[in-house]
């Protein structure tokens, strides 16, 4: 692998006027190659693309998982960048098998669900059938906000608790600060702020990393700090961080509040300035995982933090250059052989080598569809920024 990295470091196209230094345009040319094959091998929207299981086989999913919505949003993005119209016509299949969903009172996870697919849709098309499914979604999401604990639950039960809330729930803010504009109802705005102050009270340790799991009671009160899918109750299960980051740069975004983007640089600082980060940046799958440098990658960690250094580098920050020039780095090497599967292979995911959950031996070193999904979202807005230099 590091003798491939070098020689694929040394042929990447350099431009010496300091401009793009990933063609977005080849990339998703050769990602809508990948992406024709998905779509030829699966016809049943009831079974969504997510991964490849321990025998090579695809892994579909139901549109209940929490992953369903991630193959409609790539779509959008293929349709917004290539504007072929077959990419709009596959994006709309897909989203709408998602629409049942805005019922699910059953999940934390309708921002992914909804958000990723309809909300994608409604930006590009403003077809208002998308927009009432969200408007039923972001309620079927806020009934799980107590407002006595302050944040919304994420799963019914973990172990013996009643009340856990996961760092990935953050990514739910955005979801729902789109709902309480289209809607002027400031009760969802307000669970953001709510949701978001006491994350940050609560998960984050003092060197900018967060926890998986916070148990709470129902009067608030925190019970445990725990983790699911990271090593250890103590360490920083790489996705946690990346969720972490993405959801105060939105914080930052929506309410221009100095305390989230302040939090935001935490966390980028936890990540970048990690010694457990490799040189090409792309993390292991926990940053305190035992055996580095022998664990397994999260490919899907590094696309959703490029992506959300990306946006953190256009908020006048001191540090501006220097996230855009790591995520600038995550998406170069996620675009190399190393990470980026070759036309037809990989289950026709585009990129190879992301972990889901190692502790219980679930989708380990393989394709998932967020990684796909938010590698394509961070390429895009690298393209918007490069345009601007
Ligand atoms: N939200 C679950 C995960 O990131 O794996």
């Not at 080849?26 to 016809?43: I, P, V």
């Not at 445990?224 to 961080?241: E, H, L």
Request: charged share 20%; glycine share 6%; hydrophobic share 35%.
């Amino acid at each position: 692998m590091k003798k491939l990295l070098f020689l694929l470091s040394i042929t990447l196209t350099f431009n010496a006027l300091g401009q793009s230094k990933i063609d977005v345009k080849k990339q998703f040319a050769l990602a809508a190659q990948q992406y024709e094959g998905m779509l030829k091998s699966h016809q049943d929207i009831t079974k969504t693309p997510q991964s490849t299981n321990a025998d090579g086989s695809p892994r579909d999913m139901p549109t209940t998982w929490w992953c369903s919505g991630f193959f409609g949003g790539s779509l959008w993005y293929l349709f917004e960048e290539t504007k072929d119209p077959q990419w709009k016509v596959a994006a709309e299949k897909w989203t709408m098998a998602i629409q049942k969903e805005q019922y699910n009172t059953g999940t934390h996870d309708l921002g992914f669900m909804l958000y990723c697919p309809f909300g994608n849709g409604y930006r590009l098309t403003k077809n208002p059938e998308y927009k009432s499914i969200m408007l039923n979604g972001a309620k079927s999401l806020a009934t799980r906000f107590n407002p006595k604990v302050g944040v919304i639950k994420s799963w019914n039960k973990f172990q013996s608790f009643d009340y856990p809330v996961i760092i990935d729930n953050m990514m739910n803010l955005e979801f729902l600060f789109w709902a309480a504009r289209e809607s002027g109802n400031k009760e969802f705005y307000n669970i953001c702020l709510s949701h978001a102050d006491s994350t940050l009270k609560h998960h984050f340790r003092p060197n900018g990393s967060s926890y998986h799991v916070i148990c709470y009671d129902k009067d608030g009160t925190v019970l445990r700090k725990k983790t699911a899918q990271g090593y250890a109750d103590y360490s920083a299960w790489s996705r946690g961080q990346a969720w972490a980051l993405y959801g105060y740069v939105v914080m930052y975004r929506e309410t221009k509040q100095k305390k989230y983007l302040a939090q935001a640089q935490r966390i980028a600082s936890y990540i970048l300035n990690n010694p457990n980060l490799p040189k090409d940046k792309i993390p292991y799958w926990d940053y305190n995982a035992p055996n580095i440098p022998n664990e397994e990658r999260d490919a899907s960690a590094a696309a959703i933090t490029a992506s959300a250094l990306l946006e953190l580098s256009t908020m006048k920050v001191a540090k501006g250059k220097a996230y855009f020039k790591a995520a600038e780095m995550m998406l170069q090497n996620l675009s190399t052989p190393v990470y980026k599967a070759k036309i037809g292979e990989n289950n026709h995911f585009i990129l190879m080598h992301s972990t889901g959950h190692k502790p219980a031996k679930s989708e380990v070193d393989v394709p998932l569809v967020y990684a796909d999904y938010y590698y394509l979202e961070g390429l895009l807005r690298y393209q918007t920024l490069t345009k601007k230099k």
